[in-house]
């Protein structure tokens, strides 16, 4: 994620609480750190399409890139999903994941 205009006092633990006429939950702490060179920054979205989870992010033509994943932020050990390379100015990354599939967290790594 970018966040423009960022300070390092805004770095630290965040979770989102997500509700809908159902209920509510609140997500697992996640760390935020902030950098100054995003050079290599991919800037990720997660869209559901179909009913399907994706991982969407803007890509550069001809870079690589590849897509990993963990079950868990606590202590988590990353995993290679997926190798690409991008072909047109933004990618898009459709995980084969349904929606009752278990949680997974995934990340963009500009080798």
């Known amino acids: 994620m970018n966040l ?3 300070t390092a006092a805004q770095a630290g633990d965040y ?3 997500i509700s809908n ?3 509510a939950t609140t997500s697992i702490v996640a760390h935020a750190s902030v950098r100054s060179d995003s050079s290599k920054v ?3 979205a997660i869209q559901a399409e179909s009913g399907n ?3 969407k992010f803007e890509a550069t033509p001809g ?3 590849r897509i990993e994943w963990t ?3 606590a202590l988590p050990i990353w995993s290679t999903f997926t190798n690409l390379t991008s072909v047109p100015s933004s990618g ?3 995980t084969p994941l349904g929606a009752s599939a278990p949680t997974r967290f995934f990340r963009v790594i500009v080798p």
Do not use: A, E, H, I
């Open 4 to 6: 423009p205009n960022s």
């Open 15 to 17: 979770s989102v609480l």
């Open 21 to 23: 006429s159902l209920g």
């Open 42 to 44: 991919v800037r990720v």
């Open 53 to 55: 989870p994706m991982l």
């Open 63 to 65: 870079q690589q890139y």
């Open 71 to 73: 079950p868990t932020l």
């Open 92 to 94: 898009t990354f459709m």
